[in-house]
């Protein structure tokens, strides 16, 4: 008897500390489920949401539709899961059914009108306009039952095309004073804080890798040695040399509309006159991807053919007549241009502004140039060509 009562209360302490054990552990689901689910908003009920109808947003300026920024929106409004969004194909059925205009429906009388008609409970429109560097989104929600504006939402972001989207679900974030990522909307907002580089593909940016051609003119004693004849140093040419190369470039920042970046030009001079003058050029320039104007500068280093020498009685002579005692008074010996002398790297500097024309597809960039020197300057322009090619 003794050990069967033992059994029986052992048996017992045991259920109880499984059931016990159950207790926690159900307590334990209970607070983490609470955590987790705890701090939700509250989802309204689909048969009890606000039947809402987007409307066409009036736009100027951005490169969409009115019809496509209200489809925007509308996209946008479903995402926040808060509405019960009226379907854009049921709403042109409606409209072609009671022959409702909603081409030029943006006031308060008209979108009253229009919403009763459609049975919503909530109406949406606005506009979306350019203003210079800036867009300014305009979001009008109206109380059709009440017939009033019940919020207006006015937005302004800086002009970035390819942002369209993010601007619009910003904007009717604030409409509905739904949470806005803050980092997201002060880099739309603040100009300063919109920086982009090279490897960004958010950002369009003109480029004009591609073949150029053109004509230089040098000028002063450089222009005369060229025209001389060459037994006395010179290269019996024209002073107008035509000119041919390629260009490459490498943008390295972009900041709103303009980009600067690095320009390369291998190029060779004067082949139509019997003559063989390869240049290298780095530029750093700065161009408006909008308007297609630019502004460059840097080295330029080409091969040219020179001799050392002097001057006597305005003639020029090179160092070995002087070393063959055909002269005896002295003379101060310097390094000029002479087709009888030898291949000398010679650097320059040079100025550069341009304009890119836009057919359909293709760029065309014209440019002029200016190389500054003390035996003359040198002027020149130059034409290109490329299929457009704007990287995003």
């Not at 949401?49 to 409307?55: D, H, K, W």
């Not at 230089?216 to 024209?238: H, M, P, Q, Y």
């Not at 200016?370 to 704007?390: E, H, I, M, T």
């Amino acid at each position: 008897m003794e050990t069967n009562n033992s059994q029986t209360q052992m048996e017992q302490e045991n259920s109880g500390d499984r059931n016990s054990g159950k207790g926690l552990a159900l307590l334990i689901v209970t607070a983490l489920f609470y955590l987790i689910y705890g701090n939700l908003p509250a989802q309204t009920p689909a048969a009890n949401r606000p039947l809402v109808a987007v409307l066409n947003i009036d736009t100027k300026n951005i490169g969409l539709e009115p019809a496509q920024m209200g489809n925007l929106i509308r996209l946008e409004l479903e995402k926040l899961d808060t509405f019960t969004v009226m379907d854009r194909y049921d709403i042109l059925h409606m409209a072609e059914k009671n022959k409702l205009v909603l081409d030029n429906c943006y006031g308060k009388i008209c979108l009253v009108e229009v919403g009763k008609v459609l049975k919503a409970d909530k109406v949406i429109s606005g506009s979306a306009e350019r203003f210079g560097d800036m867009v300014v989104f305009t979001l009008r929600l109206v109380d059709v039952k009440a017939e009033v504006i019940e919020k207006t939402q006015v937005t302004e972001f800086l002009n970035l095309p390819n942002e369209t989207q993010a601007m619009a679900n910003i904007a009717l974030r604030k409409l509905f004073n739904r949470p806005v990522n803050e980092q997201v909307e002060h880099e739309f907002v603040k100009p300063a804080n919109f920086v982009d580089n090279t490897f960004k593909p958010e950002v369009e940016r003109l480029r004009l890798d591609g073949p150029r051609w053109g004509a230089t003119l040098f000028t002063g004693e450089t222009a005369r040695v060229i025209s001389d004849e060459k037994n006395v140093g010179g290269f019996n040419a024209s002073p107008v040399m035509f000119q041919f190369g390629y260009q490459f470039e490498r943008q390295y920042l972009t900041t709103g509309n303009f980009q600067a970046l690095f320009e390369f030009i291998p190029m060779v001079t004067g082949l139509e006159q019997g003559m063989f003058i390869p240049s290298f050029t780095f530029m750093n320039g700065l161009r408006s991807n909008k308007g297609g104007f630019e502004f460059a500068f840097g080295p330029t280093f080409s091969v040219v053919t020179t001799s050392e020498g002097f001057y006597e009685n305005n003639v020029w002579h090179r160092k070995q007549e002087w070393n063959d005692s055909m002269f005896t008074a002295p003379a101060v010996f310097e390094r000029r241009l002479d087709s009888r002398g030898t291949a000398t790297f010679h650097p320059s500097f040079v100025f550069a502004v341009g304009k890119t024309m836009r057919f359909g597809n293709l760029n065309m960039p014209v440019n002029a140039y200016f190389v500054p020197g003390k035996d003359g300057a040198r002027f020149g322009v130059s034409l290109g060509y490329n299929v457009r090619n704007r990287k995003r």
